[in-house]
């Protein structure tokens, strides 16, 4: 079993930046591929990014692209989102999620999930 624990959430005015860190425990993710997904009050869960364990090759959901960058610390077992020029509409709960393998993530292939951390931009 893998736990994933996020972190670095809160409150940032628009044009802001926030960092979150996803540390997992229980077993290695080195061979996962991790990504975030979030999800708004009244919205689906919907994707944000990933990066695989091999190439290291990262998919940007397009609301997000130019403005979010993943990366990870296989020697630390962790997972970042680094998020700049933050929007309202970014506003959400986070999720870190993690998938054996090196497909992209999708929510049906997700193997592990985290409890989310709130996002809050204002504007």
């Known amino acids: 079993q893998v736990q994933l624990v996020e972190s670095g959430g809160g409150l940032v005015q628009a044009g802001g930046s926030l960092r979150l860190a996803c540390a997992a425990s229980?077993?290695?993710?080195?061979?996962?591929?991790m990504g975030w997904f979030r999800q708004a009050p009244g919205k689906e869960r919907e994707f944000v990014a990933d990066?695989?364990?091999?190439?290291?090759?990262?998919v940007y959901g397009g609301s997000v692209k130019g403005r979010f960058t993943i990366s990870r610390d296989n020697a630390k077992n962790t997972v970042y989102l680094q998020m700049n020029s933050l929007k309202s509409e970014d506003t959400a709960v986070y999720y870190c999620?993690?998938?054996?393998?090196?497909?992209?993530?999708?929510?049906?292939?997700?193997?592990?999930w985290g409890q989310g951390t709130q996002v809050t931009v204002s504007s």
């Open positions: 229980g077993r290695t993710v080195s061979s996962y591929t």
């Open positions: 999620a993690g998938g054996a393998g090196s497909r992209s993530l999708e929510q049906r292939t997700v193997d592990y």
């Open positions: 990066i695989s364990w091999g190439f290291l090759r990262t």
